[in-house]
């Protein structure tokens, strides 16, 4: 991978090239990954090869002092070379002024996204009992962790 840039309408094709590989069964539609990068408060970053080919993305939402993150993916022949972490970490220094939490939202049984969100500092916050059609439940995760009330 060599750099991290803004998404723009000419990513749209590969991005839902991308989603259908890491999400077989339920991505998104065409449709709403253009309204993902087009709606107010969108932030939509990409990691580029050298040749400008995407090698991972991710998906979010800035309203106020809420940073909500919508999906994160990378090429499957990109995985586990630090792709995420690093568009992870770009995008919360990006957003590092005012922001007062992100927020995200992954099924329970994806341990490779749950790894990388916990080794960020995200925390689990809550958790939604057969939230997905496969019957899994939702983790909801918060960067920083809330502060203790003890
Ligand atoms: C989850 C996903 C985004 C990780 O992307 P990635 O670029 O491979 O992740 P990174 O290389 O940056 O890994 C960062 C850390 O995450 C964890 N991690 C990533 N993949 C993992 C795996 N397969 N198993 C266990 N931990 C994993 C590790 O802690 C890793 O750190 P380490 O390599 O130093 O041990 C990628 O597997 C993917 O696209 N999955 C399908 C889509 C998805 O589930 N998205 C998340 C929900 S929106």
């Given at each position: 991978m060599e750099r991290i840039r803004e998404a723009g309408e000419g990513d749209l094709e590969p991005?839902?090239?991308?989603?259908?590989?890491?999400?077989?069964?339920?991505?998104?539609?065409?449709?709403?990954l253009a309204?993902?990068?087009t709606v107010p408060g969108a932030r939509a970053r990409v990691a580029v090869d050298a040749a400008d080919r995407l090698c991972g993305f991710v998906l979010a939402r800035r309203v106020a002092d809420l940073l909500e993150i919508?999906?994160?993916?990378?090429?499957?022949?990109?995985?586990?070379?630090?792709?995420?972490?690093?568009?992870?970490?770009a995008l919360l220094a990006e957003e590092a002024s005012g922001l007062g939490e992100a927020r995200l939202e992954l099924a329970a049984g994806n341990a490779p996204a749950r790894a990388l969100y916990e080794g960020l500092g995200f925390?689990?916050?809550?958790?939604?009992?057969r939230y997905y059609p496969g019957g899994d439940d939702a983790l909801?995760?918060?960067?920083?962790?809330?502060a203790s009330t003890t």
């Open positions: 991005l839902a090239g991308l989603v259908a590989q890491a999400w077989p069964e339920d991505g998104w539609s065409r449709r709403s309204a993902a990068l919508d999906l994160v993916g990378v090429a499957v022949a990109w995985r586990r070379r630090g792709v995420a972490r690093r568009l992870l970490v925390v689990v916050v809550g958790r939604r009992s909801l995760l918060s960067w920083p962790a809330p």
